[in-house]
């Protein structure tokens, strides 16, 4: 299982914001449930007030805490990290007082070169209070904008800096700013804010003056926070672009222009929620699309097309669509289950798995099923939800993978950093095949999915061929800042 | 919405239950998250030892608790209440301390006459902890035990006292019952378990002695619990049956025979999971055949079927297949949405909605929908669903609904006590239509969803009908216990 | 370490009396500190209110936990217990519902013949859901009430049947009644609440509109609740007396006579506060004036006359004065210690026992200690403590204990139940002194301490001579139910 | 109520040190029960590990997180804050990367011109993670070691920049240091723990590989966390000394020389435990003593010489020796308080006092009692407990005061920021007497106090006289980041 490393938001707007930056982040709970936070300034202390919490949004703010950050400017963060760094004081937005004041951040994304930055400005005698790629970022700005005076600039000269993706919502003091790394490998959009009492958004929660129907504008990591609020989707923020939003507009240039478009494409694949438009299109469409396009590369003559809930389900409609073959749910998933992991031993796994998911005996007993998902990362939940369907009486077990073959780290943003991770990795499809215990498997190719995405070029596919747009840090193993011990 | 109040489970096996009993309840968990308990009989201490607690069975029970709950035989409970009961003195399993030991039960239904019961016996000088149907239950059969010295005797007794529908499981000190009321009404099956290492459920919990791979045998309200533990469905508790059930077999009888079978449609509309099996029908086949016949009743010409979900899919799939219009996912639900009731104001159940589904507007645009769900009770939350896809630019939008209208309360166990909050109550469809807002709107007929059910006239359609298989309470409103204010 | 088996607390009133109740059981927090509950008779809905959770008084009430307890008349209960009944189950008061409505009831105490009383009525085919002695004596209660349709009547038959000690405070619908066992063992108290809006404990917490001033009576295991609500204490119940206590008046009669008075010495000695008066002598004078008769007993040549504290300090007060010798506080005790005995192995205990007391070497270095505590049960605390008055430098160490050897258990609701657990069981004083570790050693004499707490023979003094006022249970070992496995 | 604010402990040993730092913070939780935190240097990961968590130690820690604490040098800290700033974000120890490795830096103590340097540094482009003066310092502590690569010149720099108090233990890398400010207004002191298994601390917490008897030495805010180590006291750090740490031995140099001792006298008056030993004088003697002159300076007749408790006991010990007026506890204090403050109104305060403290009616009424307290600031408290001894029926109050007339605001730790909160601040002592309405009230005089101290002139009396050790801020208002809004 992959997992998206943030999500971000930000909001400017003639009403107070604290609501409606937190039903945004509900939207995007799917990109990080490990920790949240909400930054607003507050322009009656002229300070920026910053609420952070683990878990997940619903959770952490109730309606007093959203109640107390007031002010009609602010950003939002949701996060999730891997096992090591789950800590509040690693929670965002990340805020620094400086001589302008002081400065907020959320980041999605993963800086390539921040261990060497980090090093190089210790050199120089900075120290640093975290060992977050956000405060990599922020301190740089903060420098470079004491320099430069102007956000602006001092952005410009941080990205030429920063090597990696990136997606930004800051504030600077009152001032928001939407920012997208060169190649826009992590997406972000802006919407415009419905105005009037009846704008989406404009309740408060436990009669709270938080709310909005003040208009204004909105940056957010997808599309669905839009959604929510009532809010017009207006433009994706460019690769390279930064974008200042205010209550009354939105203002944006080009300031790292030059480096090739690179959407990371497990987005339209896995992270983005099925209804999220990035980039101009909708994942929804893609997965289907990619469906009809397995169907195509791989038919095979079956009783029944199954999706794995919820993740293969719109990839497997399109199958069936273009196939023929009848549609079915009869993986049943198991709604309340969180934790299943704790539990260790071989047979406790295969116990967590049909915990999760239950195969309709009756209906798979004797049929030749087709089985989709949107991935194959390591094999191992695949593996024993083939054996599940055998179990089940199955008479073939065909496979088919709406992502092509991972066979390479990604250093941007995912949490896949070692190739001995991969089942495709060094491995024949056949052999895969054979240890996934299928009867047929079929990726969908490279190319079909690139088509099946619409964007030509401008995608990332480093982890399905090692090539990436931005050089891989120089270790090329998990980054971890280590100090030399004397 | 409608709520199933509590799920059931009872183990007996050569090895230890806790665990296998622990996993049984997970697989019932949407029977009933308010709270949870087992109760095993620990043959050293030779009493019975009991393990309860608030909130979701995956939280209630850490390794260690289920380490402590020794014992090769047990019982479990998982409990759904409405709002006032709220509270960890009325989680079960309930268990009493008699001069034949210790009695424990755990219990899923609504006895029709436990007031007047519980009066009667008080007017003996009875005294009552607590405000439970299990108590009255179990008081009673502790009296009949008494003077018949044997369960089964005692509990024939019982049910000629008692109306209503009940699914027990009991221990009597080390021995296992499982008892269905008169009509069936609640489902209750029994499945075997498998014996050796390799078992399902052998695993431990932590490396827990637990575990099982000793056999034996097991009753659940539903089959899921039989499927995750790898048992094999043996039959049903026949309305008006007692069977004990031990390590190495199982004899039932029927003690209150003569009763026409009503088992509660809703199990096989609603409540159950769709990959359960009751009384030999499976929920899935039920809710895809109603899709079909709903397709042949109230064709429409329309661009997309489209379900509610997640409780609406099997029957869309079933239209789609009938009708042959596309089957396509374009709600798209938010999965990390626990509370959201808790802020008041209309605007704000607005957002609520949609903070739970979102429309694909790139997909609904312009097209004539075809939506589909399992049941209306109230009408608001598909007049808000409607409004939603409507607001998404649908062209037209046609409600297709697998249940009949509902018109009567339950008392029988679902938590619809009052005929006001029923939309179709003295309503036309028309009117219906109109308050929902829809193009058109086709429930059902009760003759086809009896005949998609396929066990004739043995079902309780008291709530679509008025006509119950018992009668209903006296004052026919929503019990309440209370006591004279002199 | 011995602790006591809870407090209990009744309050009627003309105004609400949650708020009241709850500031009376903190002011005997000390009586118990697992568990807590509150009852009040709601008279709008004619039924018994009951909030009960675990651990102290201020953590389980909110303002808004009381704001709904709605009534004038309720009762309240704090709870010691032995490790194994930890559970919310067997929180106080226990309510149970009737033909005559409901019954409440709050326990200090310990019924001997509990199981014996249990078991008869089993054999009658009673059930019990608790184990508790509460609900023995409520459904006794209920049960005679039944017959005699007549509280006071049916609480002199119930006393006819148990044997033990027991201060009871009973709602029986909207009546309150307090009760105490035929010795008295255990102590209660009434007060005359004051009227009008000066006073006490009119406030009410965050606003709630709870509070008093309502004038009434209160009844309370100690007469410190009463000096916290500014309530006069009236009397004491008497043994074998139930008192009904309205907001206008009360009206108690002997329905129990002929036993002798037997109270608690060790209340006076180490449960009650200091500032107690218990059946009309003040804990502080008692302890003071052994102090006293300790020095005319066991003089010594000393420095200093150091207390234990907090137990040991109003005897060593009395001792300094007595002898001359300078009373000075050199073992200082750290107010944040709540758990050490988590940590297992001797060197731990050593050092938890210097968590919780520092010796002030430079005032002890060279000099002669007279330690003073109230009493020695177990003798291992007092080693560490000698040892550690000794590390500190002490030339010589003379300990002097407030309370006579303890050799026999007791049954009548201090936990110290079996025999081997007490140093001084079957050891001469000379070899108690040899295993303390001290120069010199005095208990004072049963005869001193009698004198000092100026009862006369008024007392139980069971864990002193093995006579009891009532005979000792059956098997004489800790009591726990157990049923036959057959 | 004044607040002291933290406490710090460093240890280096050859055995691992995070038991012990554990017990040593437990040892002077009374100096910040807000928050708490542990640093260790693990040389097999070669980098500092932290634990920080809210609240007590106790609780803070458990096995497995001291467990995780690997390693033989460490610092560790308890925080008390006002209101505001109680979050996790601001609870040390603080650590920073910088190039040459790790800094973790606890601190007690006030830097009087942190604004002024922050403001300074984000002039040069700085910019600040968190608000406290800790980042102050060891910000400015790594931009000098990056020029000296030294740490005593490092820190000799950064003393001559802040301004203040402030008593440090410094983690640099695998380095432990130990500094004090150039007046040695926070106490921190030395001591040599013991060696060989018998030491104490030795043992584990559940078995956790922690414990000592590695030898080595501790530095500490008080004495009393050596005395329950079993450590010796070595010495006190010298005011502008650093000490380095190892587990062989400490090298000290006064590297901020030429400033007047100035130790802070309300150490000795109320932050320190009694049992302390703070540059050279105990506590409890100064206390003790105090109140022997209080007896010689304001001479009364009397009944009772009675302590507030806990606080004022030392010195009623002390008043009741030279006056020869007889001591007794009659004010009793509940054990069980911890929050009280949560509920508003005058009455509502005014039972909260009795709450706390519970007079003795029965030993107050009629006579003439000398009521002594170690200080009194506010004043609110001692009105209500004069009121409370008058209720209780004493015939005379005489008020006795260990501390001299507080006057002026504390700048340099202690949370007494503004004037108008003192009610000896531009009143006659007269006039004080009427507001508490006591019939005498005698405040120890400053020479008096002084001299029971017995450092001449090295203390800081700056709240009494408004004359401080270093210039008090510009504004001299309590302090707090503002930033200017453009």
Not at 318 to 331: C, H, N, T
């Amino acid at each position: 299982m992959m997992n998206e490393e943030c999500g971000v938001v930000g909001i400017a707007s003639r009403n107070p914001v604290s609501v409606s930056i937190y039903y945004a982040l509900r939207a995007i709970q799917h990109r990080g449930q490990e920790s949240t936070g909400i930054s607003v300034f507050d322009s009656t202390l002229c300070r920026i007030k910053t609420h952070k919490s683990m878990g997940l949004v619903e959770r952490a703010f109730g309606s007093r805490d959203l109640d107390k950050l007031k002010g009609n400017i602010g950003i939002g963060h949701v996060r999730y990290s891997t096992a090591g760094g789950s800590r509040i004081e690693n929670a965002q937005p990340l805020t620094i007082s400086t001589q302008f004041g002081e400065i907020s951040l959320a980041h999605n994304g993963d800086i390539v070169n921040a261990d060497a930055l980090r090093a190089g400005r210790k050199k120089e005698g900075w120290a640093f209070t975290t060992e977050t790629d956000s405060e990599v970022i922020v301190r740089l700005f903060a420098g470079e904008l004491s320099q430069t005076k102007d956000p602006v600039r001092a952005m410009a000269r941080v990205m030429r800096q920063i090597s990696g993706s990136y997606s930004l919502t800051i504030l600077v003091g009152n001032r928001l700013f939407a920012v997208r790394d060169p190649n826009g490998i992590k997406p972000l959009c802006i919407g415009k804010l419905p105005s009037g009492s009846g704008g989406a958004g404009s309740g408060a929660i436990n009669g709270a003056s938080g709310g909005n129907g003040g208009g204004g504008y909105i940056a957010a990591s997808e599309s669905v926070s839009l959604d929510l609020l009532g809010a017009e989707l207006v433009m994706d923020v460019q690769p390279g672009e930064m974008v200042e939003i205010t209550a009354d507009g939105i203002a944006g240039s080009i300031i790292a222009p030059g480096a090739p478009r690179a959407h990371c494409m497990f987005e339209y694949l896995y992270f983005a929620r099925d209804d999220s438009v990035i980039d101009g299109r909708l994942a929804h469409e893609v997965r289907e699309s990619i469906g009809e396009r397995l169907a195509e590369e791989y038919p095979v003559k079956a009783d029944m097309v199954v999706p794995v809930p919820d993740s293969g389900r719109t990839y497997a409609i399109g199958y069936a669509k273009r196939s023929g073959i009848p549609f079915d749910e009869v993986l049943i998933k198991n709604r309340y289950i969180w934790r299943t992991f704790i539990m260790p031993g071989q047979e406790q796994r295969d116990i967590n798995v049909r915990l999760k998911l239950n195969p309709i005996k009756g209906l798979i007993n004797g049929k030749r099923i087709v089985l989709v998902d949107d991935s194959i990362v390591r094999g191992t939940t695949m593996r024993r939800i083939v054996n599940l369907v055998r179990s089940a009486g199955a008479k073939e077990v065909h496979v088919r993978v709406g992502c092509p073959p991972i066979v390479s780290p990604c250093y941007l943003g995912i949490d896949m950093h070692t190739v001995d991770q991969f089942i495709a990795a060094g491995r024949q499809i056949e052999e895969v095949k054979k240890e996934i215990g299928t009867d047929s498997l079929g990726y969908i190719s490279i190319g079909s999915m690139v088509k099946a995405v619409g964007l030509g070029n401008s995608l990332c596919v480093g982890c399905l061929t090692g090539k990436y747009p931005v050089p891989p840090p120089d270790n090329a193993t998990p980054r971890k800042t280590k100090q030399k011990c004397i």
